[in-house]
């Protein structure tokens, strides 16, 4: 992991830093837990600006200081602990957006297939696929949490009927039946809605 400094000036917490940050290189890892006291703050400062989500930010704030620990050999003593640590929250804030990106393109492209196989079933091709689309993500949306789950593991995840029933402690035959009434009722949802529009 290759990150840059900002330019503070080196004061008592960076001094307090170098000391920790030799500690810890020399084996005495639990008082990484200093570091994490001095800059925890500063770094969920960078988090929840741009997430804006309390348990977004909690979960960055952690990664932040596992991959700070990791490099930990990599900050230059002496320059300035607080701009190295918040350098490296930013690398892991730009990495969680970029994964968050291809998340939010995988999403679009399990709402296209799963409309496209309800279109299908429903013999409905000649809809406007923009109304499916749009009908397919309110009656989405009505799901159950349980059948939420269930629809996003075989058509986001594309997991197979056995796949998720080992996550699920189900039978194959019991989620293939469960994602079929799932698939059913969605299609019912969407055919209402798209003769009440």
């Known amino acids: 992991m290759i990150v840059e400094h900002d330019s503070e000036q080196t004061g008592p917490a960076t001094l307090e ?8 290189l020399a084996g005495d890892t639990p008082a990484f837990a200093g570091l994490v006291r001095l800059y925890q703050e500063s770094v969920w400062r960078i988090a929840a600006a741009v997430l804006r989500d309390r348990d977004a930010t909690e979960n960055l704030v952690q990664q932040v200081f596992v991959d700070a620990y990791f490099h930990l050999d990599q900050y230059a003593p002496g320059t300035d602990f607080g701009a190295w640590v918040r350098t490296v ?8 957006l970029r ?4 998340e939010d393109r995988r999403l679009a492209v399990y709402r296209e297939r799963l409309a496209e196989r309800l279109r299908a079933e429903s013999g409905s091709a000649n809809d406007d ?3 499916f689309v749009e ?6 949306d009505q ?15 594309g997991l197979s009927f056995e796949a998720i029933a080992e996550e699920q402690g189900q039978t194959p035959e019991a989620v293939q039946r469960m994602i079929s009434r799932i698939r059913f009722r969605l299609r019912a949802c969407i055919q209402n809605k798209l003769t009440d529009a």
């Open 17 to 24: 830093a170098d000391r920790i940050v030799a500690d810890v």
């Open 135 to 140: 009908a397919l993500r309110g009656c989405r």
């Open 99 to 102: 994964a968050a990106g291809r």
């Open 143 to 157: 799901l159950p949490p349980r059948d939420a789950v269930l629809v996003n593991l075989r058509y986001e995840k």
């Open 129 to 131: 696929s923009e109304n």
């Open 89 to 96: 929250a930013r690398n892991r804030l730009r990495k969680e």
